[in-house]
């Protein structure tokens, strides 16, 4: 019962998250954040070589003791400060070209398409966050999984997603 509230309370705020943003945000965004990891990651090797003007002091009670190598902490580093940089970049992109997106007619058909694109979205995250939790073997897990027709539903009659997921972990040889 539980379950199923919390199920239906997060399908709701994708709803009106999505309703709110609109689809040109979320695609936007989800488009930005592909190009702004992809950005970080072509880049973060050439650029760590230009900061070795920060040092690497790492003893051994230290949480970095970690890392055994400089290269490691300098890589990382640049990915963080290409990722940051670029993010506020792509951000600042996407504001401008969604300003578009709030024009009369087109703001409602925006909010209505990021409505539906919301609820698809949590729903997806939802199918995997149970998906997930079910993989561990715990009693109160399994009870209230049992108990909630929703989330059997979720799991049960979303085929496509449960198989690809199913083919996926497999390949993955995660279960």
Partial sequence: ?????????????????????????????FIGLIVVLIISYMYYRPFARHLDFIKFNVDKESALSFLNSELVFYNVIAFLI????????????????NSIANLPVLKQLNGLIGGVLGFVIHY??????????????????????NKSDVAQWVIMKTPILSDYFYHWMIQSKII
């Avoid at 539980?2 to 689809?23: E, Q, T």
């Avoid at 290409?82 to 070209?97: E, G, P």
């Avoid at 997806?124 to 209230?144: K, R």
């Fill in 1 to 29: 019962m539980v379950l199923n509230i919390i199920i239906a309370l997060l399908l709701f705020s994708g709803v009106v998250v999505g309703m709110k943003r609109g689809a040109v945000l979320y695609i936007l965004n």
């Fill in 82 to 97: 290409l990722f940051i940089i670029s993010s506020i970049v792509v951000k600042t992109i996407i504001r401008m070209i």
């Fill in 124 to 145: 997806a995250v939802i199918f995997m966050g149970l998906y997930l939790i079910l993989l561990f073997p715990n009693e109160m897990i399994q009870n209230a999984y």
